[in-house]
């Protein structure tokens, strides 16, 4: 169908049709005639369609209302009169994208699927979502995503409870988001950013259902709703449906108006909670930000990346490194936030001695007035616009989605949606502010003008968790003791109601609303890759054909199997120096100049490669990851030779920036990737894979990265030896791996010739852990991580990734999600373990014990006759996300590496179909091996690691 401007379709007016070249589709906008709510579609015949409502939301306080009613109106509707229709969706859909997003001024629900009648399923269930969603009738929605006073009877101590509440008491343990809070706090006090749009967990508790309704009903409401459509839409259906839904509403005249902050200078100070282990010497965190200017600078925003980026986007950058030879930090970071109203820039100073802020911000002053004076380098800027130019043209999953969001920074403030979206004259006229002295003018503006400047500073305790507890336990007290006889009486009734409605099942005719696809619409047929193997020079190279629109994706693999456990845990670091260090033929900062000019991406990774059917053997690999335009393909070679090659490793002192960087992002990912270090520490037990894996990104290398930022001057020169000597051997053609996708095949013969034969390894190592079966790590966090694990005890089958799903979504996400308060949960059964896990997890000793409890629960979903096939759709989804042309090729290196043969991933995908109750309950013994043997991991803070003192735990901090 022809769209032309002045159309009436379904309910809607077309108002501008565009041919957008750079999108290669056309930008249809449309305006609903009864509402105004306002529709874009990008048509680009795209197989992928997506659906997205957004609202204008603008939080009043920081009880986090908007993310509270995000969750909630995904727990059941008027048509669809289910309590989790977001799980069941999960469970039955051939879904590409299934989530919804609340940011500081607006609200998402997105969903997207290959599949026209599923895509119609997704996007039906989500309008009835949002706009006649159970909210309005039942508060227990409320208490279970928000907060309630939990009390299990009348003796016990009263707790807050919500999966919301407990969601951003992880958030905010992490010093990034209390730096990013604080600075929205102090730079934005009289609008809406001022607000924690996530909801502060001190906050929360003041929220009531009242406010929460009364926030609903003004804002969701068709009028103040921006829709998008893209790809191949059924589109007669699709407007349809939403005019269906829209046309119950009257137009409503409010209008949401976000209030433009007058920039102003200030100076707040906040605190982060760190370990006493750790301590608070050189913890300080210096923060400087400033309003840039409104959402319509887009050149500016872009600029102020850009800027960020050649003056502290490493630590050779000219800002970043005045400040680190001075000795006054550890790190430094710049960025910009392009997506708000009024966007702003914030540049933190990490890891300082609060003494020296005074110092540190004459020195950023004083330097940034030198670059404006005698100009920045060019040809750093030119670099750092190359580089952010290959991000934001590369295509990246889910491409429909992220074209939604970056339309909204402007869309939302009823600006072009296609502002962000085309990039050619924003980059014209950022290349002219090379010349022109636009940069310079730029860098006076934000970091030399000091008179609406911005000053936080962030300072470390170690008693800051456990005042917080304190003070939420004295605030619980102070509240109860005021409770009358019928006060108590009645937060014991909504307690045991909440519970009562949270342990009913739906019932058959409540889940027969919900639209399910039928078995048939799934192909037998596997999603395959294109992968030719070749033998050329003594290498294996793979090529995987792929649209990649002239850019070529480049991987290394050098296999490692002559390293033990502990030297690669000790190699880990490694790849943390590659490329950042200088060479023999470029200084560190020349080198990462060049790299940036002419290579897309460039970077260095130890990973491990795991065989099918070998737990017992593994293949540990150093990868090196590049993408570049066919035309840059012998440069980047030529560099990489020389990274790999020419490294100079005598450079201590850039190395001991780099590894207590290092050392303060292991620090952070425990607190934020708790999961992950549980995980790996409970799975080491039970394969090769493993054990490398544990030892190379697990609490093994945690802890090795701390040990050497702590005991540098003793240690480093052992560890640099080891990198030497095994970098030169294992950079070879005997030991590599080369993967190429890309349109056409490419000439690899003049790559591989500049490496020398070297000594054939072994194609894979046997490794067994040393992690004690019982791990407790410390950390300083107001909510924590619990796993359990162990070996299967019996054959892997390809059913058994449905008998995880169906206990991912149909036991744990009600008794550790919906019960527990946890933000997330999941179980997984793969070829060699099973392993269960909780995130963001207030009680992680409870939730050991709900893992233990899988087996029955299956048992009584076999015996009640639920629809399997439901879960077999959802579990053939899991097997085929949404992929870049990048992506692509990551994964069939990875079915490569694996064995795995395309008569294999048909069996996988037959066993899959075929599966049914007497394959589920064949399960069940390793689920009860699990139970009774299982390897724990508990991640958290003490109070929590000393309630699962019962599982025999071995604390570490």
């Known amino acids: 169908m022809s769209l032309t401007a002045g159309m009436k379709l379904h309910g809607f007016t077309v108002d501008r049709v565009r041919k957008v070249e750079e999108l290669s589709a056309n930008l249809v906008e449309m305006s609903h005639d009864k509402t105004g709510a306002q529709l874009v579609w990008v048509d680009n015949g795209e197989s992928n369609k997506l659906f997205s409502i957004a609202f204008k939301t603008l939080p009043e306080d920081s009880t986090g209302v908007f993310h509270i009613l995000e969750h909630s109106v995904l727990c059941g509707s008027d048509k669809f009169p289910v309590k989790e229709p977001f799980v069941e969706l999960l469970k039955s859909s051939m879904n590409t994208f299934l989530n919804a997003m609340t940011f500081p001024d607006k609200t998402m629900y997105p969903v997207s699927s290959r599949n026209d009648q599923d895509f119609m399923n997704l996007t039906e269930v989500y309008l009835d979502a949002v706009f006649a969603p159970a909210i309005r009738t039942n508060r227990n929605i409320f208490y279970q995503e928000g907060w309630h006073i939990e009390m299990d009877g009348p003796d016990a101590t009263p707790t807050y409870k919500g999966v919301v509440f407990n969601e951003m008491k992880g958030a905010m343990s992490s010093v990034d988001e209390v730096i990013m809070e604080g ?95 750790d301590g608070t010497d050189n913890k300080a965190m210096l923060t400087l930000g400033k309003i840039i200017g409104t959402w319509q600078d887009v050149t500016r925003c872009y600029a102020a990346d850009i800027l960020a980026d050649a003056i502290a986007g490493s630590n050779e950058a000219p800002l970043k490194r005045a400040v680190m030879s001075a000795g006054l930090c550890q790190d430094m970071h710049m960025e910009a936030e392009s997506s708000i109203a009024q966007p702003g820039m914030m540049l933190t100073v990490k890891n300082i001695d609060p003494a020296n802020a005074p110092a540190i911000r004459e020195l950023i002053r004083k330097t940034c007035l030198e670059l404006c004076e005698k100009g920045l380098d060019k040809t750093d800027l030119m670099a750092s616009i190359n580089r952010y130019e290959f991000r934001v043209r590369e295509p990246n999953e889910p491409a429909g989605l992220m074209r939604n969001i970056m339309a909204l920074n402007t869309w939302l403030h009823d600006g072009d949606p296609l502002t962000y979206l085309v990039y050619d004259e924003a980059f014209a006229e950022l290349r002219a502010m090379v010349d022109n002295g636009g940069f310079e003018k730029l860098l006076y503006e934000l970091l030399v003008k000091e008179d609406d400047l911005v000053v936080l500073h962030t300072l470390p305790s170690t008693t800051l968790g456990e005042e917080m507890r304190a003070e939420e336990a004295a605030k619980l007290e102070a509240i109860s003791a005021k409770w009358t006889d019928e006060d108590k009486a009645a937060v014991l009734k909504l307690n045991e109601e909440l519970h009562a409605w949270q342990q009913t099942a739906d019932s058959p005719e409540q889940l027969a609303t919900l639209p399910v696809l039928d078995l048939s619409e799934v192909s037998p047929d596997p999603m395959l890759l294109h992968t030719e193997e070749t033998e050329v020079d003594g290498a294996t190279v793979l090529y995987h054909k792929a649209a990649t629109n002239g850019i070529v994706h480049l991987s290394y693999y050098f296999r490692l199997t002559d390293c033990t456990l502990a030297e690669l845990t000790a190699l880990k670091g490694l790849d943390s120096l590659l490329g950042k260090l200088p060479t023999k033929k470029h200084t560190a900062a020349e080198l990462q100049q060049t790299i940036k000019l002419h290579l897309g991406r460039l970077f260095f990774t130890l990973e491990n490669k795991e065989k099918a059917k070998c737990p017992d053997t593994t293949t540990p690999v150093l990868r090196v990851v590049c993408s570049v335009m066919a035309d840059k393909i012998d440069l980047a070679k030529d560099l990489i030779h020389e990274i790999l090659t ?117 194609p894979a190592a046997a490794y067994v852990t040393d992690v004690p079966m019982k791990r407790g790590i410390r950390i300083p966090a107001q909510i924590g991580y619990g796993v359990l694990a162990s070996d299967l005890g019996c054959e892997w089958d390809e059913s058994g990734r449905v008998a995880a799903n169906i206990l991912s979504l149909g036991y744990l996400w009600n008794v550790i999600r919906v019960q527990g308060g946890a933000y997330g949960c999941g179980l997984r059964l793969g070829p060699n373990a099973a392993a269960a896990y909780s995130y963001r997890d207030p009680t992680p000793a409870r939730s050991l014990q709900m893992y233990r409890g899988a087996a029955d629960f299956l048992r009584e979903f076999v015996a009640s006759g639920e629809r399997i096939d439901k879960f077999v759709i959802s579990t053939i989804s899991e097997t085929e996300p949404l992929m870049s042309p990048r992506d692509e090729g990551a994964v069939a290196d990875g079915r490569w590496f694996s064995g795995r043969t395309e008569d294999d991933l048909r069996q996988q995908r037959a066993q899959i179909l075929a599966t049914d109750g007497e394959k589920l309950l064949s399960w069940c013994a390793s689920l009860e091996h699990m139970a009774a043997t299982g390897a724990v991991a508990v991640v958290a803070h003490d109070e929590a690691l000393k309630a699962c003192e019962a599982e025999g735990i071995e604390i570490a901090e």
């Open 646 to 762: 020419e490294t100079d490793f005598t450079q201590v002192e850039k190395i001991r920036e780099i590894v207590l960087q290092q050392a303060e992002h292991a620090r952070q990912f425990c607190i934020g990737g708790g999961h992950v270090l549980a995980l790996k520490a409970a799975l080491s037990h039970y394969s090769a894979a493993g054990a490398a894996e544990e030892a190379m990104q697990g609490y093994t290398s945690v802890k090795h990265g701390l040990d050497l930022a702590a005991n540098f001057d003793e240690k480093i020169g052992e560890v640099v030896a080891l990198a030497e000597s095994k970098l030169a051997a294992a950079i070879c053609k005997t030991r590599l791996v080369l993967s190429v996708t890309a349109n056409e095949p490419v000439d690899v013969a003049p790559i591989l010739a500049d490496y020398p034969a070297g000594t054939p390894v072994a």
């Open 183 to 277: 600075m929205l706090a102090a730079a934005y006090p009289d609008t809406c950013y001022g607000f924690n749009s996530g909801g502060d967990p001190r906050v929360i508790p003041e929220l009531t259902y009242e406010k929460y309704m009364s926030m609903y009903n003004r804002y969701y409401h068709p009028s103040n709703s921006r829709i998008w459509l893209d790809g191949a839409v059924p589109l007669d259906r699709v407007l349809t449906m939403i005019d269906e839904y829209l046309s119950r509403f009257e137009r409503s005249d409010e209008k949401h108006v976000i209030a433009m902050q007058q920039p102003h200078a200030c100076e707040k100070t906040q605190y982060y909670e760190v370990s006493e282990a």
